[in-house]
């Protein structure tokens, strides 16, 4: 992780003129992205591609759930179920709906908290896995510090808007790393739709990545938005054997930058390898 840290600096620091002249130019980039903070690794070599304030903190909204879930994962392998309470219920505006006093599985309610984002299931979890809710989010505060996070602050397990709530795009591409390496979690952020049964009804829950089986190599993501946060994404996507991760915060529009940052990723990786193979001859 220090290689991506020295990176982003390094580009950074890279002169506009200097920017211009590189190719599909990063200037021209820069105008067309619109996030406050974007961050672009390939995820390999841990090399960056595009950084934009990468440890400004801002509000995470419900990329957040990425930590959630690791949590829940490392301490429960997703085995297990949960008695529903009220306090669980009590939250908008995204929820299942859960009802109080039904057992629903750890597994199920990971699904719904990364496919669907409901914010009940992340408070159902947080309750079952940490005791309560204050001493999960105290839990979740120390994972992200043994992550190598030192710019965020966690304060409620779903990423709802609360004074001081806030991650960096390079903290959250720690978290999210660490969240794809489990290979469960990884494939339910790239699940496009599941029935998921609960005692309210059965529902199909739909992944909120509107890339997901549209943009070409789009693989497992996690989204947010709020009115404060505007939006928010950490993504994975796949071409030729190549695999990007990015990073957006207070984005105006997630799935423009998305896609204006991984084709700029990818065109990269295209150049380079006709540059060598043109070299090799």
């Given at each position: 992780?220090?290689?991506?840290?020295?990176?982003a600096?390094?580009?950074?620091?890279?002169?506009?003129?200097?920017?211009?002249?590189?190719?599909?130019?990063?200037?021209?980039?820069?105008?067309q992205?619109?996030?406050?903070?974007?961050?672009?690794?390939?995820?390999?070599?841990?090399?960056?591609?595009?950084?934009?304030?990468?440890?400004?903190?801002?509000?995470?909204?419900?990329?957040?759930?990425?930590?959630?879930?690791?949590?829940?994962?490392?301490?429960?392998?997703?085995?297990?179920?949960?008695?529903?309470?009220?306090?669980?219920?009590?939250?908008?505006?995204?929820?299942?709906?859960?009802?109080t006093?039904?057992?629903?599985?750890?597994?199920?309610?990971?699904?719904?908290?990364?496919?669907?984002?409901?914010?009940?299931?992340?408070?159902?979890l947080?309750r079952?896995?940490?005791?309560?809710?204050?001493?999960?989010?105290?839990?979740?505060?120390?994972?992200?510090?043994?992550?190598?996070?030192?710019n965020?602050?966690?304060?409620?397990?779903?990423?709802?808007?609360?004074?001081?709530?806030?991650?960096?795009?390079?903290?959250?591409?720690?978290?999210?790393?660490?969240?794809?390496?489990?290979?469960?979690?990884?494939?339910?952020?790239?699940?496009?739709?599941?029935?998921?049964?609960?005692?309210?009804?059965?529902?199909?829950?739909?992944?909120?990545?509107?890339?997901?089986?549209?943009?070409?190599?789009?693989?497992?993501?996690?989204?947010?938005?709020?009115?404060?946060?505007?939006?928010?994404?950490?993504?994975?996507?796949?071409?030729?054997?190549?695999?990007?991760?990015?990073?957006?915060?207070?984005?105006?529009?997630?799935?423009?930058?998305?896609?204006?940052?991984?084709?700029?990723?990818?065109?990269?990786?295209?150049?380079?390898?006709?540059?060598?193979?043109?070299?090799?001859?």
């Amino acid at each position: 992780m220090r290689r991506i840290v020295a990176s982003a600096l390094l580009l950074l620091q890279l002169p506009l003129a200097e920017a211009a002249t590189q190719p599909n130019s990063l200037a021209s980039l820069n105008q067309q992205v619109q996030a406050r903070s974007a961050l672009l690794v390939d995820a390999s070599s841990g090399r960056v591609l595009f950084s934009r304030n990468p440890t400004e903190p801002l509000p995470p909204a419900s990329t957040l759930k990425l930590l959630t879930a690791l949590l829940v994962y490392e301490r429960t392998h997703l085995d297990g179920k949960v008695v529903i309470e009220q306090a669980d219920t009590l939250v908008e505006p995204s929820r299942i709906p859960l009802q109080t006093g039904e057992t629903v599985p750890v597994r199920t309610l990971v699904q719904s908290l990364l496919i669907g984002s409901d914010n009940d299931s992340a408070l159902a979890l947080a309750r079952h896995t940490g005791g309560s809710v204050e001493k999960f989010v105290a839990l979740m505060n120390a994972r992200a510090r043994e992550l190598g996070c030192t710019n965020s602050l966690f304060l409620n397990p779903n990423g709802l808007p609360a004074p001081g709530q806030v991650t960096t795009a390079l903290d959250l591409l720690k978290i999210f790393q660490a969240a794809m390496a489990v290979p469960e979690l990884r494939e339910i952020c790239r699940t496009p739709r599941l029935a998921l049964r609960t005692a309210a009804a059965v529902q199909t829950l739909k992944n909120h990545n509107k890339l997901l089986g549209v943009y070409p190599g789009m693989g497992p993501a996690k989204t947010g938005w709020t009115l404060r946060s505007r939006h928010t994404f950490a993504a994975s996507a796949t071409r030729d054997g190549h695999e990007l991760h990015l990073i957006l915060l207070h984005s105006a529009n997630k799935w423009t930058d998305a896609k204006a940052l991984f084709d700029f990723g990818f065109e990269q990786f295209r150049r380079e390898e006709n540059t060598s193979a043109t070299a090799g001859k």
